[in-house]
């Protein structure tokens, strides 16, 4: 467990990714240093959304793919409740840059990413049913979204 731990840390992109939300935490404070509620609210749903990416990532370990495949079946960790972790993480990312930033462009990218990350979420439970069939239905059965 530590092993694979250790080895999340050895993926660039999710290096990169940490290093985009950090400067992007503190450019968000930058920006609205007065810290009001939703400033505080954007960075706290910002950090949270981080967070559960990482962990969901952690969880999946090496059936992690950027493009929908069925490795395995994974239903431990957060998965055990959630079927798409990963993916409702991001929303809670873009919710917490909404916030942050309150810029329109922002807003529509938000808009962008909830449609692709539904259209990808189809297509992997699509993959996910032909592959472990009954297996993946029961599943279904016992987490949420």
Known sequence: ????????????????????????????????PYLD???????????????LNFIAR???GSAFSLRPRAKNL???GLYAKFRHPIYYS???IYIGLSLLFRHWAIYLLFIIIICIQTVRIKKEEKILTKT???????YKKTTWF
């Not at 530590?2 to 840390?9: A, D, E």
């Not at 990169?16 to 609205?32: K, M, N, P, Q, T």
């Not at 706290?44 to 981080?50: E, I, N, P, R, T």
């Open 90 to 92: 991001v929303f809670l």
């Open 37 to 51: 509620f939703w400033t505080i609210s954007g960075g706290v749903l910002l950090l949270a959304g981080s967070v």
């Open 74 to 76: 994974v239903n431990h």
């Open 1 to 32: 467990m530590t092993k694979n731990f250790i080895n999340i840390f050895k993926n660039p992109l999710l290096i990169f990714e940490i290093a985009v939300i950090s400067v992007l935490i503190i450019y968000g404070y930058y920006r609205h």
């Open 58 to 60: 952690y969880n999946l």
């Open 132 to 138: 472990f069939d009954q297996e993946y239905i029961k």
